[in-house]
């Protein structure tokens, strides 16, 4: 029987998604004598500076991975943050991504009756959801997918952590750094209250296997409220540059995204979700700030010194280059369930609605073993062939292998699914790991557009389907 508590009598087990991460590498830096630490990386370890840290590897896309990784798992912390592709071709948005993936840690943390997941977030503003940039909304929806099912969820909101390594941190150093006048968007009149990394990892400490914080939403920052241009001119005082910091109303979106991106050598994928993200007031709610227990918060100069003087970086393993099928497809696409429908009846009214869509070239033909074949109707053979895996569906969740069609090139390799996610609200359609048969050139001007156009026409149906 699963009980809320968590034995405090031995040393508890914790899985880190991210562990290679800022916070992550960190944590294991302070922390892996206090518990049996456990890092998730997708690569083999090679060399591991801790023996007393374990490291697994796990491909956070697959469920049956991530459920061989969290086994024997007590507290799982999560800190992936739109994940790097591991394809070469990614086509899906890091919103949808992020939902996927959380929804897979979820599934498998409930079948190893993990006790809690940490996961850690950026502080929202006291605004409506449909409000939101993308980024903030993005990190609320795996919130909520996270705690979703059996695991305990302590959600941990945080502000800009100030520390060595940190990419937000490392933005405005590296503004400060390079330019000595700072014409400033309007975004940085924004208010927020950033931490230090010593404080948020003292906290997230604090918050393991404490059943005071399970089903909870905790916003952490330092008492210092301050704006984004504060925390500019500031910097340049601790760092000994003497910076002209003012405002402009005239700097467009963009701009912004460009500026902040060239000079403070961030890439684009970080750069323009946390721009837009800062037109928002984000200070902590104080109903939801952290008391477990005291602490000694620095100031915001004392925590820019600690993390300018800390050059060395946290022992990691060193890792095998990860080998795969190169070529590799994954296509991840959210469609609105304004119908409430099951992933086993999306599944199958995509088998019927393909054919009935392309009913002058496209017919669905169904073999001895259930395997769904898609032919042109001139041709025996099957475009793409699909098995159903019965023992890995269920009503929220239809998994297919890609087993055949001269479409494909491999036919040990690759999945589809369709699964509802965030109480059904959406389905998410994706194909994992598709190794196309067609020169890859021309499969990505052609195969590759036409797949999202179908599931966009697709995703049409489904709505009107719901209208009706």
């Not at 393993?317 to 119908?339: A, D, H, L």
């Not at 598709?434 to 026409?457: C, D, E, G, S």
Request: net charge positive; aromatic share 10%.
């Amino acid at each position: 029987m699963q009980t809320d508590s968590i034995p405090a009598s031995k040393k508890l087990t914790v899985a880190i998604a991210g562990a290679g991460g800022y916070i992550g590498s960190w944590f294991i830096e302070r922390f892996r004598e206090k518990y049996h630490l456990i890092g998730l990386s997708r690569r083999l370890v090679k060399s591991n500076p801790y023996p007393e840290v374990e490291w697994r590897q796990v491909e956070l896309y697959s469920i049956t991975s991530t459920v061989e990784a969290l086994k024997g798992v007590d507290v799982a912390i999560y800190l992936v943050h739109s994940m790097n592709a591991s394809t070469r071709l990614n086509q899906g948005s890091f919103e949808d991504t992020d939902l996927l993936l959380a929804d897979n840690f979820s599934r498998a943390a409930a079948l190893n009756e993990v006790k809690q997941i940490i996961y850690i977030g950026g502080l929202l503003p006291d605004e409506p959801e449909e409000k939101l940039s993308r980024h903030l909304k993005s990190r609320l929806e795996v919130e909520q997918t996270l705690g979703s099912r059996k695991s305990k969820l302590t959600a941990i909101r945080a502000s800009i952590i100030v520390g060595p390594g940190g990419s937000s941190f490392d933005m405005i150093k590296n503004l400060v750094t390079k330019l000595p006048v700072l014409m400033c968007p309007k975004w940085t009149e924004s208010l927020t209250q950033p931490i230090s990394l010593r404080e948020t990892l003292e906290i997230l400490d604090s918050c393991i296997a404490n059943p005071n914080v399970f089903h909870k939403v905790i916003e952490i920052g330092s008492p210092e409220i301050m704006s984004y241009r504060d925390m500019l001119e500031r910097t340049a005082q601790v760092m000994g540059k003497k910076r002209l910091v003012f405002s402009v109303p005239v700097f467009s979106l963009g701009l912004s995204k460009f500026w902040v991106g060239l000079f403070g050598d961030s890439p684009p994928q970080l750069v323009s979700p946390l721009v837009e993200s800062l037109r928002h007031t984000l200070v902590v709610n104080p109903e939801k700030s952290f008391v477990e227990k005291q602490i000694d918060y620095l100031r915001f100069e004392d925590s820019v010194r600690e993390a300018l003087i800390q050059y060395e970086k946290p022992n990691l393993p060193s890792f095998y280059k990860k080998k795969g099928v190169k070529n590799t497809v994954r296509s991840i696409q959210r469609m609105p369930n304004m119908g409430r429908n099951s992933a086993l009846w999306v599944a199958n009214r995509y088998a019927i609605w393909l054919p009935s869509f392309f009913r002058f070239i496209i017919r669905g033909k169904v073999n001895d073993r259930g395997d769904l074949g898609f032919h042109l109707l001139w041709d025996k053979k099957p475009m793409l062939q699909l098995t159903q895996i019965p023992d890995r569906s269920d009503q929220q969740r239809q998994l297919f292998y890609i087993t055949g069609g001269w479409l494909v090139k491999r036919f040990d390799y690759g999945w589809l699914e369709f699964r509802e996610v965030l109480d059904s609200r959406y389905i998410i359609s994706a194909i994992h790991e598709f190794v196309p048969r067609l020169p890859w050139f021309l499969y990505i001007n052609t195969q590759a557009k036409m797949h999202l156009w179908v599931m966009n026409r697709f995703k049409r149906y489904l709505e009107k389907k719901a209208a009706v």
